[in-house]
């Protein structure tokens, strides 16, 4: 494949920016990959597991003369990192990024970017609980949505070619508007995240109190919870508090729905329960016949037919 960017920079050495720079080298999407990230034991890491065809020592020298940066840091820090690269960025670059909030990122990074640079968000729908410089690969994003999110007035050849570094990586690629990005995302992977942490937590305390074996014995459903409870806690922090509303929102909808549940069990009613199973039920088939959970066990039965 042809490079889609002379040069790439990404500011943030984790788990999606190193995904991303083993992604661009597999098919040849970028002349040149510059990289930096805050502490100097990830740029340490980086340069000795060759992340990044340079790594520089300040963001903005990472970003200088960039055809595209991407700013892959915890969604708290989108702004800082931002006001560090503004002043040099190349007339005709596009900035992104890849947070998890949209809106709270756009009025954070937007101020420091200047007019003569298009800012693309977006938000790679693909991750895993674990962090850092050495926890990438390059087949995190195939076959997985990446959303992105124009803001008013992005050029459209600065968003195809952005799309075309996506698809290039295997990515999926939609467009989204930023309040209902976070929206979405507060059902789909924030709340979710927020119960985990909590169903881990009450187990934990459960363990304190009886000094039963919660970790020992912990079932499937159980096990589940806990990957998703040992993801990174800087940026959950920061996605919670930057999509305040939508995971408010939301929340409130799950407490309503579990005392109902919880009304049910206690009052026995058989129908409500079995009824309410049968619909979640109908949610997870429909979302494997639709080819969206690659690691179901049961993914790759003829569309169409129940599992
Ligand atoms: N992990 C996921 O599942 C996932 C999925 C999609 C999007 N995201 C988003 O991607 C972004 C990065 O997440 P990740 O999982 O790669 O995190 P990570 O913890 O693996 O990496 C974050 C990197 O940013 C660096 N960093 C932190 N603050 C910085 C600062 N002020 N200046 C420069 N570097 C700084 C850290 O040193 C680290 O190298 C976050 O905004 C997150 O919301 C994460
Ligand atoms: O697979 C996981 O471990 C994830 O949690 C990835 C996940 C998600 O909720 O699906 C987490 C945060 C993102 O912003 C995007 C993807």
Redesign the pocket.
Request: hydrophobic content about 45%.
């Given at each position: 494949m042809s490079p889609v960017y002379d040069r790439v920079a990404l500011?943030?050495?984790?788990?999606?920016?190193s995904s991303m720079f083993w992604a661009i080298k597999r098919a040849g999407l970028a002349g040149e990959v510059t990289g930096?990230?805050?502490?100097e034991a990830?740029r340490d890491t980086a340069r000795r597991i060759g992340l990044c065809d340079r790594v520089c020592d300040s963001?903005a020298e990472a970003a200088e003369g960039a055809d595209l940066v991407v700013l892959?840091?915890?969604?708290g820090?989108?702004g800082?990192?931002a006001a560090e690269i503004g002043p040099v960025l190349k007339p005709g670059a596009t900035v992104s990024?890849?947070?998890?909030?949209k809106r709270a990122v756009i009025d954070a990074v937007g101020p420091h970017i200047p007019e003569e640079v298009h800012f693309i968000p977006a938000?790679?729908?693909?991750?895993?609980e674990h962090?850092?410089?050495q926890?990438g690969f390059a087949e995190l994003y195939d076959n997985r949505w990446c959303l992105l999110v124009p803001t008013e007035g992005s050029d459209p050849q600065a968003v195809a070619r952005l799309r075309a570094l996506w698809e290039g990586m295997g990515a999926n690629v939609e467009e989204m508007e930023a309040d209902h990005h976070d929206l979405v995302l507060a059902v789909t992977s924030h709340v979710p995240h927020a119960i985990a942490y909590t169903m881990v937590g009450v187990a934990d305390h459960l363990r304190r109190v009886t000094e039963s074996e919660v970790i020992k014995y912990s079932a499937a459903g159980f096990r589940d919870f806990t990957r998703i409870a040992a993801?990174?806690p800087?940026?959950w922090r920061?996605?919670f508090l930057n999509n305040r509303e939508a995971t408010l929102d939301i929340l409130g909808r799950f407490t309503e729905e579990l005392f109902m549940l919880q009304r049910a069990i206690r009052m026995g009613d058989e129908t409500y329960l079995f009824d309410y199973f049968t619909r979640t039920r109908a949610i997870r088939r429909g979302i494997i016949e639709a080819g969206q959970d690659t690691d179901a066990p049961d993914f790759g039965r003829v569309k169409g037919k129940p599992a």
């Open positions: 500011i943030g050495l984790g788990l999606i920016a930096y990230a805050r502490s990830t963001a892959c840091v915890p969604v820090a989108m800082q990192v990024d890849v947070g998890s909030v938000h790679p729908l693909a991750g895993t962090s850092g410089p926890s993801s990174d800087t940026m920061d996605v």
